[in-house]
């Protein structure tokens, strides 16, 4: 379909299903404007259905990327309100499976050879039909049964498009629509886009699936099928099959007679291990993605499948993490605002006062519920409501991971009603902070960033000078934040001299070792008369400057 007639699709659902009521908040160029009074409004009479069913509606209407996108954006809480993310989070992809010849075609196109030379037995009517790909059950020459998991033909090109129409519409949010500035719907789309392109890529897939796999060998709590790789190509993955009971049904696992408390424990351990031990997390962990083995219904555990979508967190952002999360619990708003300057989530200049005033008071009330109803996710996102009016940029990583944050509570929530997560998740998150503080985490954390910080010592005098130079260009835009402008900018003066000075001074004992010609240790024991000036330039250089003391001083003060 041509871009235009697309469109005018487009055009023609957000009339059939009266999406002008979302219009009318939107401060829309005449010419558009003009054009929507003409639109057939009238030919279609608004009903009785709510806002956020019409949205649901139409997006199922204009097919697979746009309810991809929807269920997506249900996630957004901190985006959209209530009523329509509840709405939009009964999408349902209603997209009719594609021929198993068709699927056939493409796995003996991709591994290059025929479907009965590489399998001993494949089905060609469908196990599952989704949006972007569709699965077939097989049975490999040595007998291992598998899933054969091939990407709808065609797909990319309607991606494609469907992407250059949002994108369209998402720039036009954002130009005329008064929230347009503040919930910037192009980097919703940019985000969408990411995770659909990285979806359709099956070999990433099989790449995060081994992975985890690794990470959980013979786990009580979690296992991952194993990936054939002779079997795999960007469109086409297969995958042992597995066999379990999905999450959701809670009739069949209590039948199992499954531990649903030990279980719902399980689902908070095994987040966290995965997030804070591997920094690697499964994150599209809805209920249709899980499933349990109750072959031992008093130690059972989860099945994970579908892994296009991973998230991965740096040291830093895992220790931020677990210091905001437990800040939170002791209801330190202070550090939690501190912890976000340092990190660099929110700039240098914010007014710590009023942060910690603004994050106090969407905090408290979570605390107002019994403990078991408190809610990290939660917490997270309504952190991030909050930083985003302190201009924090969003940091991607983490509005993953409160996402997948929120899908873990509900679904421990829903399998044990009662789960306390904050007795599941405090000795983890405390255990976690220990090990990287103690002395023998923190020697290995200092001898794997070693080399990182030998590597950037020779650029640091440059970074130090770039970064004073900003400084001081901000200053000359910005005077009310100049108190503090000038001290960041003393303190990376200071920084910059005290540096220079040690590299000097390096370079002076260095020279006296070398003119001495004899070897370090010797030379430490003997200090040859020779070197002494040397050394003594080495001391006058490492001694600390008055004007830095006095600086300091007043800064202190
Ligand atoms: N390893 C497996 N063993 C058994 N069934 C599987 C396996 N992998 C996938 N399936 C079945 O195929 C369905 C779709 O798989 P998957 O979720 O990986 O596809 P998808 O296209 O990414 O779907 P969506 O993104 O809509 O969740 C699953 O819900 C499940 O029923």
Not at 455 to 480: F, G, I, V, Y
């Amino acid at each position: 379909m041509s871009r235009a007639r697309r469109l005018v699709r487009i055009t023609w659902v957000i009339c059939r299903f009266r999406l002008d009521d979302f219009l009318h908040q939107v401060r829309l160029p005449l010419p558009v404007r003009l054009l929507l009074l003409f639109a057939p409004w009238h030919l279609f009479p608004r009903n009785k259905v709510s806002r956020g069913e019409r949205l649901r509606l139409a997006l199922e209407q204009l097919g697979p990327v746009f309810v991809k996108f929807g269920q997506i954006l249900s996630t957004r809480r901190d985006l959209l309100p209530e009523d329509m993310a509840d709405a939009l989070r009964d999408l349902q992809d209603r997209v009719p499976p594609f021929p198993g010849e068709q699927a056939q075609q493409i796995v003996e196109h991709d591994l290059g050879k025929p479907v009965g030379e590489l399998f001993r037995a494949f089905d060609a009517s469908p196990l599952a039909s989704a949006s972007v790909a569709q699965v077939h059950a097989a049975e490999l020459l040595t007998g291992q049964e598998v899933v054969v998991k091939v990407i709808r033909p065609g797909i990319e090109k309607v991606i494609h498009q469907d992407i250059a129409l949002m994108y369209l519409l998402a720039r036009l949010l954002q130009r005329h629509w008064p929230d347009g500035r503040r919930l910037r719907p192009v980097e919703v789309v940019a985000d969408y886009e990411q995770t659909i392109f990285d979806e359709l890529d099956l070999q990433r897939e099989a790449a995060n699936a081994s992975q985890l796999r690794r990470n959980f060998p013979d786990s009580t709590l979690i296992y991952i099928p194993e990936v054939f790789w002779n079997f795999v190509s960007r469109r086409v993955l297969v995958m042992e099959r597995i066999y379990g009971i999905p999450v959701a049904d809670m009739a069949a696992l209590q039948e199992a007679g499954a531990d649903l408390r030990i279980l719902a424990e399980k689902g908070v351990e095994t987040f966290f291990t995965q997030v804070f031990r591997d920094s690697f997390f499964h994150a599209d962990m809805h209920p249709g993605n899980i499933f349990i083995d109750a072959s031992n219904p008093r130690d059972p555990r989860y099945i994970a499948i579908d892994f296009g979508i991973v998230g991965t967190l740096t040291p830093a952002d895992q220790t931020y993490l677990a210091r905001n999360l437990l800040a939170f619990f002791n209801r330190d708003y202070r550090q939690v605002a501190e912890l976000h300057v340092q990190s660099g989530w929110v700039p240098a200049t914010t007014r710590v006062n009023e942060f910690e005033a603004a994050i106090r008071t969407v905090c408290e009330p979570i605390f107002e519920r019994p403990l078991k109803e408190i809610s990290f996710g939660q917490f997270l996102l309504r952190l991030f409501q909050v930083a985003r009016r302190f201009n924090m940029e969003v940091q991607p990583q983490l509005v993953l991971l409160q996402k997948t944050l929120l899908n873990v509570e509900g679904l421990g929530r829903q399998l044990y009603p009662d789960l306390d997560l904050w007795r599941t998740a405090h000795p983890f998150l405390e255990d976690w902070m220990y090990q990287r503080l103690a002395p023998p985490g923190l020697i290995k954390t200092m001898r794997e960033q070693l080399p990182d910080w030998l590597e950037q010592t020779p650029e640091m005098p440059q970074l130090l000078h770039d970064a004073l130079k900003q400084l001081t260009r901000l200053e000359s835009t910005n005077r009310s934040e100049e108190k503090v402008l000038t001290s960041l900018r003393d303190e990376v003066s200071i920084a910059a001299s005290r540096h220079r000075r040690y590299w000097l001074a390096t370079l002076c004992v260095g020279g006296a070792v070398v003119v001495s010609d004899m070897s370090t240790l010797e030379w430490f024991r003997q200090l040859p008369p020779s070197s002494w000036i040397l050394v003594a330039a080495a001391a006058y250089l490492l001694w600390p400057r008055r004007n830095e003391t006095e600086i300091k001083a007043e800064h202190d003060r």
